[in-house]
Structures are given as C-alpha cells and as structure tokens.
C-alpha cells in the first residue's frame, strides 16, 4: 500500500521527494498503466498540482511538469520524466486549465 513519505519539496527533503515519486509510480502509476496497456485505446496523464522544488521549498508559479502517454500520441523525448526534462521539452500550457483540453486533443 502506498504511503505517503512526507512533504519532500516543501521540507526541501530531496531523498523525501524522490521517494515519494518513486512510491507513486509503483504503487499507482505503474498498475494503471498495466492495466491500460491492454486495451485497445487508452490515455493517461500524470501531474503535480504545483511544482515544489527541494531548493526553494515552497510551491512556485511555474507550470507544473505533465507527462502524457497512449494510443494515437506522437512519442516523447524518451527522457526520464523530471522537472528538468520537461522545461528541456519546451512544451507548457498556460493557462493550465487548458490542459486537460490540450490532452483529450493530441
């Protein structure tokens, strides 16, 4: 069962945040996407409600990372999904509540 490990960004606790994200992707990300990948369509996105960085440890106004992955999207980048990647993407939504708008498109 996951569990939450604390608030890692906002306790500028890196080692804290990267459990926490690593504890979401196997205990949510990754059975979702198991199940998904047996159907014959599906989408998932995954975001952060804000970005927390560790350095700064308070949520910012900077547009939060997003990844976006199913049937029909071009590929991505093949890059580790991190705050630093998804800057190097060059892609944002802003305003984010476009966002959801721009996923069920793509």
Not at 72 to 79: C, D, E, K, P, S
């Amino acid at each position: 069962m996951w569990r939450s490990p604390g608030r890692g960004g906002s306790r500028r606790n890196a080692a804290a945040k990267v459990a926490a994200l690593e504890q979401i992707d196997q205990w949510i990300v990754a059975p979702l996407l198991n199940h998904l990948h047996g159907l014959a369509e599906w989408r998932i996105l995954i975001a952060p409600d804000h970005p927390s960085p560790a350095a700064k440890r308070v949520h910012t106004s900077d547009p939060p990372p997003f990844c976006m992955a199913g049937t029909n999207l071009a590929a991505g980048a093949g890059l580790p999904f991190n705050e630093t990647n998804a800057r190097a993407a060059g892609l944002s939504i802003d305003p984010g509540h476009e966002l959801m708008e721009y996923f069920l498109r793509a």
